[in-house]
């Protein structure tokens, strides 16, 4: 499993990225995937995660409503896409897989990638 984020950039509040994590091992369809952020000096955040096929999806309250989670197994990508932006959504944004979930907790997740920067300017 090697994760890679990427969709990172610097946007207006109210505007909208779409983050994309592809994995280059071959078992990609056989886990659930996550979508974590955080600020420096704070804690990771959980966002949303997203079972093996796709048909069970999890958000934090933060987010529901505004952050889509969803995979394509077919690319071994997993995307978020993040709408109405706010400032407060400025973090780094890191893609996890998890054997057994999918899982709100980040530390039963197995692999993570590194992250990529959103910034969201008010």
């Known amino acids: 499993v090697q994760l890679q984020a990427s969709g990172g950039g610097l946007v207006q509040a109210g505007g909208s990225l779409r983050l994309s994590c592809t994995d280059s091992?071959?078992?990609?369809?056989?886990?659930?995937m996550g979508w974590f952020r955080q600020v420096s000096g704070k804690e990771r955040e959980f966002l949303a995660a997203?079972?093996?096929?796709?048909?069970?999806?999890y958000y934090a309250d933060s987010v529901k409503g505004r952050f889509t989670i969803s995979r394509d197994n077919a690319k071994n990508a997993v995307y978020l896409q993040m709408n109405s932006l706010k400032p407060e959504d400025t973090a780094v944004y890191s893609c996890?897989?998890?054997?057994?979930?999918?899982?709100?907790?980040?530390?039963?997740?197995?692999?993570w990638g590194q992250g990529t920067q959103v910034t969201v300017s008010s």
């Open positions: 996890a897989a998890d054997f057994e979930g999918p899982s709100t907790v980040g530390a039963w997740y197995d692999y």
């Open positions: 997203i079972s093996w096929s796709g048909g069970t999806t």
């Open positions: 091992g071959r078992t990609f369809s056989t886990y659930a």
